[in-house]
């Protein structure tokens, strides 16, 4: 009979080259202990920061036209298994530290945080598991319970179009709802009330979706489409700034250019392009935007939270990137008072999940997101549950890789029951 630590103990380990939701390969890695398995994939992001841990690719451009990701899979049979064979699952912190120590560089370049993360996000599946426990129960050792409020990217710009639209995200939040199935079935219906409504102003060609499910109507100006968020919302028998909060993702590194920033066919400063989403705060029924200004700037950044912070989620993502000491310099000074969340940032679970931490003891809120290339893994439902979060970013209620995430939200919000909660921007 199997003692209760060997019960635990990887078996095998095992990884394999798998698609994401653009078609471009992908890390998956299959882990296995007593009579048992699990297996995590990761995804991979289109606008990324120069922070952000290394997804390694194989760089041979006759496969997969350089985007290959044999040599992470590799690094996880061929490094990371022997090692960490017999290894007790429930020591997340411990598997992680050791294939940190094994990769020995300071962003994963060696082995491949494409590599790392998914044995990570893996073995928690694995224990969880075994422990015959919600995975979203046994990350939070019983404390999760709050289901977060979708923040959905419905209109596309930037590097996730090609309109010229240079704002990359706008979302739809229905945080007016009950819990998070009424959440889900507002925001899927002004969702399809926006596709009638871009579609008689544009055409049918302005209708189909982007990597994350949003449309890119071909318009340039930031208040245009922010205008056509609030008709549809309108049209869908919403009330604008009470049943649903519109917000967006600037992505503004993306923009940005020997100090000043292009957008609009505009040059501004960073000072004017602060006093322009001041004006658009004041127009529309904004509560969040995300990565106001470039990925450097902490100075900025905390400026613009100074100002309108107290009513409207400033969020860090290319300026923290899931990482607890740029995230400690940004809650030092104030920048942003909220943290994007994405696991493949930084590489392993026990990171990502120290960065949640560290946000939340300073009065951070804390987004958890997706990539815009993204697989049917739905590990982050169930993560931001398990931290309480007080969003999700997901896409748009569109595409089988994201509705899979708010699938899961919706299960869990079911076994959770009358224990559910739904998070409050009150």
Known sequence: MLSMTDRFSLT???????????????????LNAENEWASAAVPSGASTGIHEAIELRDKDPKRYLGLGVLKAVNNIKQTIAPKITGFDTRKQRELDELMIQLDGTPNKSRLGANAILAVSLAAAKLAAKLEDRQLYDYLSEGKGRTLPIPVMN??????????????????????????????????????????????????????????????????????????????????????????????????????????NYDIDGETKSTEQLSDFYLGLVEKFPIRYIEDPFQQDDFEHTAQFTKKVGHKLTVVGDDIFVTNVTRLRKGIDLGAANALLLKVNQIGTLTEAIDAAKLATTNDYAVVTSHRSGETEDTTIAD??????????????????????KYNQLLRIEEHLAKNALFSSLN
């Open 383 to 404: 993560l931001a549950v398990a931290l309480n979060c007080l969003y999700i970013k997901t896409g748009a209620p569109c595409r089988g890789e994201r509705t899979a």
């Open 154 to 259: 419905v209109i596309n710009g930037g590097k996730h179009a090609g309109t010229g639209l240079k704002i990359q995200e706008f979302m739809i939040i229905p945080a007016g709802s009950k819990n998070f199935k009424e959440a889900l079935r507002t925001g899927s219906e002004i969702y399809h009330t926006l596709k009638r409504v871009i579609q008689a102003k544009h055409g049918r060609q302005s209708v189909n979706v982007g990597d994350e499910g949003g449309f890119a109507p071909p318009i340039t100006k930031t208040t245009d489409a922010l205008e056509i968020l609030i008709q549809g919302i309108t049209e869908a028998g919403y009330s604008p700034g009470k049943d649903v909060f519109v917000g967006f993702d600037a992505a503004s590194s993306e923009f940005y250019e020997n100090g």
């Open 12 to 30: 095998s380990v095992n990884a394999r080259e798998i698609l994401d939701s653009r078609g471009n390969p992908t890390v998956e890695a299959i």
